[in-house]
Nanobody, 122 residues
Framework: QVQLVESGGGLVQPGGSLRLSCAASGSIFSINDMGWYRQAPGKQRELVADITRGGNTNYPDSVKGRFTISRDNAKNTVYLQMNSLKPEDTAVYYC????????????????WGQGTQVTVSS
């Protein structure tokens, strides 16, 4: 049905930057909310950023001012620009999308990406 392909993770030094991408494909009528979450070892998955179809964004205080989420609706892709990275940002990052599959139903479906590792270390 819907596939999400994430890219852009890796190893970076503290203070560095990374840009994550997540492209959605498949039988999609429209994508509503798109977001990024992360999960560090031994911790629960937490919201990093989300963005509505209209471009409204939401960030927790832990990343506000350092991370920027954006989307390209024509490409069904969401991005996460991460600047001033800290060791505590180390985690597996997952994208999530909320989609409508057909024009005849307002039912929404949630899909997750496979995750990409971000490691911040010197």
């Amino acid at each position: 049905q819907v596939q999400l392909v994430e890219s852009g993770g890796g190893l970076v030094q503290p203070g560095g930057s990374l840009r994550l991408s997540c492209a959605a494909s498949g039988s999609i009528f429209s994508i509503n909310d798109m977001g990024w979450y992360r999960q560090a070892p031994g911790k629960q998955r937490e919201l990093v950023a989300d963005i509505t179809r209209g471009g409204n964004t939401n960030y927790p205080d832990s990343v506000k001012g350092r991370f920027t989420i954006s989307r390209d609706n024509a490409k069904n892709t969401v991005y996460l620009q991460m600047n001033s990275l800290k060791p505590e940002d180390t985690a597996v990052y997952y994208c999530k999308v909320i989609v409508r599959l057909t024009s005849t139903s307002y039912r929404e479906y949630q899909y997750w990406g496979q995750g990409t590792q971000v490691t911040v270390s010197s």
